[in-house]
T-cell receptor
Framework: GQQLNQSPQSMFIQEGEDVSMNCTSSSIFNTWLWYKQDPGEGPVLLIALYKAGELTSNGRLTAQFGITRKDSFLNISASIPSDVGIYFCAGKETSGSRLTFGEGTQLTVNP | DSGVTQTPKHLITATGQRVTLRCSPRSGDLSVYWYQQSLDQGLQFLIQYYNGEERAKGNILERFSAQQFPDLHSELNLSSLELGDSALYFC?????????????FGPGTRLTVT
């Protein structure tokens, strides 16, 4: 089945630093979504991308839909302690409505 | 608050038992998805329903089944439970159709099988 490679698996940064993470797929996607999950909670949708090359921001978060349609990137600027959590990418192939999720990036922010 | 509700929040049961997890989607959403998340694991897609009909199946065990009712709420039934079924079970909903694929997740049900 479809696989998404999300990297890095974990990140340890200082408050105020910028963060980048990405996902790559083995096939073309027409939708990329980014979620954040706090421990024991459900994932929360951060950003949705629907067009190749699209760059979308949500506050300090910026995500891009890769031009090849096989990758996506999430950047967090000026990190703060509440950014701690697991970030998941999710993508959808051109047919169907099912999402495939990456394995997640665990972000730790040291004050 | 995503607008998706799940009950119960926690469930503790013994091996061999059967449980039912319930999900109510956001108002207006026609699609419901079920996911399993084991400890420190990603989200494994189980099954999708759209307007009462099964739309897609993932890695769902034969011991598990689901349905979506006319009022659009959904139930996930887990039977002959094993220790390895202990996990967080999430329901997500989306509008459905082909215009948007944004899924909104509920708070989850934590299942512990002892």
């Amino acid at each position: 089945g479809q696989q998404l490679n999300q990297s890095p698996q974990s990140m340890f940064i200082q408050e105020g630093e910028d963060v980048s993470m990405n996902c790559t797929s083995s096939s073309i996607f027409n939708t990329w979504l980014w979620y954040k999950q706090d421990p024991g909670e459900g994932p929360v949708l951060l950003i949705a991308l629907y067009k190749a090359g699209e760059l979308t921001s949500n506050g300090r978060l910026t995500a891009q839909f890769g031009i090849t349609r096989k990758d996506s990137f999430l950047n967090i600027s000026a990190s703060i302690p509440s950014d701690v959590g697991i970030y998941f990418c999710a993508g959808k192939e051109t047919s169907g409505s099912r999402l495939t999720f990456g394995e997640g990036t665990q972000l730790t922010v040291n004050p | 608050d995503s607008g998706v509700t799940q009950t119960p929040k926690h469930l503790i049961t013994a091996t061999g038992q059967r449980v039912t997890l319930r999900c109510s989607p956001r108002s207006g959403d026609l699609s419901v998805y079920w996911y399993q998340q084991s400890l420190d694991q990603g989200l494994q897609f189980l099954i999708q329903y759209y307007n009462g009909e099964e739309r897609a199946k993932g890695n769902i065990l034969e011991r598990f089944s689901a349905q979506q009712f006319p009022d659009l709420h959904s139930e996930l039934n887990l039977s002959s439970l094993e220790l390895g079924d202990s996990a967080l079970y999430f329901c997500a909903s989306s509008v459905g159709g082909s215009s948007t694929y944004e899924q909104y997740f509920g708070p989850g049900t934590r299942l512990t099988v002892t």
